[in-house]
């Protein structure tokens, strides 16, 4: 079995110095975050539109694989957590048609192997983005024409790792070809410990998808409850250890840095990511995704995540 290795990757703004430290012969699959939605100048569908940043960001990247000679495939990425708008632009067949029309026109665009729909909760109001009880049901009908619109090309979807019980599964697992489960966020520290995380990919699995189907997601980030270090990235988190500003503690279930004034900050270490990976192989799922490739450190995370699984 080929074990899918992907990367969501902020395109915007993105410089060819960052690209360089990243080895993309040990990425699959790189999801580009992100084409947000907006009103078609000149009528009323919201349709997914690619910024002038974001535009760059894909060429460069499109560039430094051809550099290195990989041959990872280029995904676009939809939404993302503050996105909005996803609930008037799915809610007519109509509306549907002019979505997908113009992501196929953007994967024509630039030259990409499909779409990746980053709504995440729908149905579900959150971070103000607005929802409806009618988005669960205009979610599977989108993918349907979608699906039907990008023909060969890879159609994906990520998801909250506790939305399984909220979606119309049983048809989603005929029109999508990954799902990827956001195991992470489940908990303020502890945000993607091993127990979280099994619960989590067995409840997917359990709504009909195939296993392999499924990508189960790690972060390159840690948590914590005092907001001065709260979502800060691997990378600094490292250097604060190597300054002697805070000291590793290791577990089974979520490892931890513990800083000098006494914060906590849980994130996945390298040895735990093969943990987690083993689990993968043995469940037979997918494969494993990143969120995000930039807070990274010397690779250590992404090296973790293709020694084992590749």
Wanted: with cysteine; aromatic share 10%; charged share 25%.
């Amino acid at each position: 079995m080929k074990y899918i290795s992907g990367s969501y990757l902020p395109a915007k703004g993105i410089q060819n110095e960052s690209l360089h430290r990243i080895d993309f012969s040990h990425i699959t699959h790189v999801f580009i975050a992100f084409s947000v939605l907006e009103k078609e100048k000149g009528t009323r569908f919201y349709v997914p539109v690619v910024s002038a940043e974001v535009a760059e960001g894909i060429r460069r990247v499109h560039a430094e694989i051809r550099r290195q000679g990989a041959e990872s495939k280029i995904i676009l990425s939809i939404g993302g957590a503050f996105a909005d708008f996803f609930c008037p632009a799915v809610r007519t067949e109509e509306n549907r048609k002019a979505f997908a029309a113009k992501a196929a026109a953007l994967c024509d665009e630039f030259s990409l192997d499909g779409i990746d729909l980053d709504w995440e909760f729908p149905g579900i109001p959150h971070c103000g983005v607005m929802a409806c009880e009618h988005c669960v049901h205009d979610f599977t009908l989108l993918c349907r024409v979608l699906r039907e619109t990008l023909g060969e090309r890879l159609l994906t979807s990520a998801m909250g790792s506790d939305h399984w019980n909220r979606l119309e599964n049983e048809a989603l697992a005929e029109l999508l070809d990954y799902v990827n489960v956001m195991t992470y966020d489940m908990a303020d520290i502890d945000h993607s410990a091993m127990t979280l995380t099994r619960n989590a990919m067995e409840e997917w699995l359990a709504q009909g998808y195939r296993s392999e189907q499924l990508l189960l997601g790690v972060p390159f980030y840690g948590r914590s409850e005092n907001e001065a270090y709260n979502w800060m990235g691997y990378d600094r988190a490292v250097q604060k250890v190597q300054k002697g500003d805070a000291r590793w503690e290791m577990s089974e279930q979520q490892d931890r840095i513990v800083f000098m004034d006494g914060a906590v900050l849980g994130l996945d270490s390298p040895a735990a990511i093969q943990r987690k990976i083993g689990y993968i192989k043995e469940k037979g799922f997918g494969g494993i995704f990143c969120w995000q490739e930039l807070t990274d450190h010397n690779g250590e995370l992404r090296a973790a995540m293709t020694a084992v699984l590749c």
